[in-house]
């Protein structure tokens, strides 16, 4: 005979104590109040994880490799411990799991998941990577080159005629100035050394819009009162949680246990958690009258999409495509 979960352990208590209401009440008895068991009264069900040490890199926790440069998907406190949307999405798995996870820092799925280095990685399935060694499951994030601006109540439909003749604020030497320019937006563009000046300008009314990466926008963005996501101006580059091929049985586990995230909306509510109103999936957020084609996919990502933000105050250290951070308290890292 199996126990009580807690929460039919709740609802049991409750019919008991309508039944003795309903037994006083017929017999004349005085008035009956209704009570539900404290939280120490109710013992926390527990899960009985289905994935053994013989799946798994170290018995009872879910090992995660990630880029912990690859702000603000992941941030590495002072005290070494990570934070940010791929370990707050790797913890719901582990924890439906009944596992702990510890997490690994790579810059390369492949190898560290041949190498036995690791369960999963979470981040990108590059294209260079052999389609017989990994799989992946559907993507948790998708970034791209983003627009923001100031936004009242739902987020304006823009087209590449309304940012021409605009002026957008965009870090000197980024992706995000080719990307305007493939995306044919003729816009007055006033470039800043790092992507917190961007938005200073914007919320200071020296900018109508700012252009940068998509998720390193969206989290800066949520320290500017009413500044939003507005559209993307390049192809989205998708991040996924990616398994060895021969791991079935735990690339069969996480891969319905983050569908169950998904169908209930786990996985969104962290989603918004870090990026605020940038949608999940960026399929149809597209700048209007901008066709695909007419966007690099190599030339529009801040460093392949995300995974180089780095922390800099200078122009020249803004080169090369690379998204500078500057070191204030809303800086990434």
């Not at 209401?21 to 009985?48: D, K, S």
């Not at 798995?93 to 690791?118: F, P, W």
């Not at 919320?203 to 939003?228: F, H, I, K, M």
């Amino acid at each position: 005979m199996r126990g009580c979960t807690g929460a039919e352990l709740r609802a049991k208590t409750v019919r008991m104590t309508l039944c003795a209401c309903m037994i006083a009440g017929t017999l004349g008895l005085g008035g009956c109040a209704l009570t539900t068991p404290t939280r120490a009264e109710v013992e926390p069900e527990r899960v009985q994880g289905v994935l053994t040490a013989n799946d798994l890199v170290s018995e009872g926790t879910l090992t995660v490799a990630v880029d912990d440069s690859d702000a603000p998907q992941v941030m590495q406190g002072n005290e070494g411990n990570h934070t940010g949307y791929y370990i707050d999405v790797a913890r719901a798995i582990a924890e439906r799991q009944g596992l702990d996870i510890t997490v690994v820092s790579s810059t390369d799925a492949e190898e560290t998941l041949a190498e036995g280095e690791a369960d999963l990685y979470i981040g990108e399935k590059a294209a260079g990577d052999d389609e017989e060694e990994l799989v992946a499951t559907s993507p948790i994030l998708e970034n791209a080159c983003a627009v923001f601006g100031r936004v009242e109540g739902e987020a304006p439909t823009l087209s590449v005629d309304d940012l021409s003749g605009a002026t957008v604020a965009v870090q000197s030497g980024s992706a995000s100035q080719d990307a305007l320019a493939k995306a044919g937006v003729d816009a007055e563009l006033k470039t800043y050394s790092n992507v917190n000046q961007c938005f200073d300008a914007l919320e200071a009314g020296e900018a109508d819009y700012v252009a940068c990466d998509a998720t390193a926008g969206s989290y800066l963005a949520r320290a500017y009162p009413g500044v939003e996501f507005v559209s993307t101006v390049s192809d989205a580059t998708a991040f996924s949680i990616v398994f060895s091929s021969d791991a079935g049985n735990v690339s069969s586990q996480v891969t319905s246990t983050l569908e169950e995230l998904l169908d209930q909306g786990i996985i969104d509510a962290l989603h918004r958690q870090w990026y605020g109103r940038l949608p999940l999936s960026l399929s149809d957020a597209l700048l209007e009258g901008v066709t695909l084609s007419e966007v690099g996919e190599d030339d529009t990502k801040e460093s392949a999409g995300t995974g180089s933000n780095t922390s800099s105050s200078s122009e020249s250290d803004a080169s090369d495509g690379e998204l500078a951070i500057s070191g204030d308290l809303n800086a990434l890292d």
